[in-house]
């Protein structure tokens, strides 16, 4: 069974400051999204990680994948407090079993 | 370009009362199917996911069934609810085979069962 992990679960920052949240996943596959949400809404699609080492970027947001470590992160920098919601990871197994396995989030606060 | 319908978008339903959601699919074919379920405060639970018309494979047993009677329609339902049913449902398609666009997700339904 795939089990999908995210830490930390709640983070808190100040404006200005980098952080980085991590996802770790149990089984072999190298597809893995990241979304963000917002309080009472859906979910949004922020990064498609599709082979190791895909690295990529959306303003202050940068994602990576390692596949052989079976990790992700989501790198933040210099956070603002438009960027306050809740990351998700997801991750779904190869070919053949294409559903999504979601982490447990991370609810991300921005103070000024 | 594609798009994915969901509705209603909130709901307040009786305990024992039946329970039908519904999600449509524009601008593509084929598509692999899903309906999730966030409880308060908690990550997402797969319910349902469909490959194809009548498909329908069940992650976990419930209260709940889901139907797909056409290519991009996908139905969730209850004949009575129950108040562990209250929750926020999403539906949600992907490419068949190779998702590489990812999975993307309708507005969702935020159903209260009192």
């Known amino acids: 069974e795939l089990k999908v992990e995210q830490n930390p679960l709640f983070l808190s920052m100040q404006e200005g400051k980098n952080y980085t949240i991590y996802c770790n996943y149990s089984?072999?596959?190298?597809?893995l999204y990241w979304y963000r949400q917002d309080p009472g809404k859906s979910l949004e699609s922020l990064f498609v990680l599709l082979s190791n080492g895909a690295v990529k970027q959306e303003g202050r947001l940068m994602a990576s994948l390692d596949t052989k470590a079976r990790l992700s992160t989501l790198h933040i920098t210099a956070a603002v407090h438009d960027l306050s919601a809740t990351y998700f990871c997801?991750?779904?197994?190869?070919?053949?079993?294409?559903?999504?396995?979601f982490g447990t989030g991370t609810r991300l606060t921005i103070i000024p | 370009s594609q798009t994915i319908h969901q509705w209603p978008a909130t709901l307040v339903q009786p305990v024992g009362s039946p329970l039908s959601l519904e999600c449509t699919v524009e601008?593509?074919?084929?598509?692999?199917l899903y309906w999730y379920r966030q409880a308060a405060g908690r990550g997402l639970q797969l319910l349902f996911y469909?490959?194809?018309?009548?498909?329908i494979s069940s992650e976990v047993p419930q209260n709940l069934s889901a139907s797909r009677p056409q290519d991009r329609q996908f139905i969730l339902s209850s004949k009575k609810l129950l108040l562990s049913d209250s929750g926020f449902y999403l539906c949600a398609w992907s490419e068949p085979l190779w998702p590489s666009g990812g999975y993307t997700f309708g507005s969702g339904t935020r159903l209260t069962v009192v």
């Open positions: 089984t072999t596959s190298d597809r």
């Open positions: 601008g593509t074919s084929n598509p692999n």
């Open positions: 469909s490959v194809g018309i009548g498909q």
């Open positions: 997801a991750v779904d197994a190869n070919f053949g079993n294409e559903k999504l396995t």
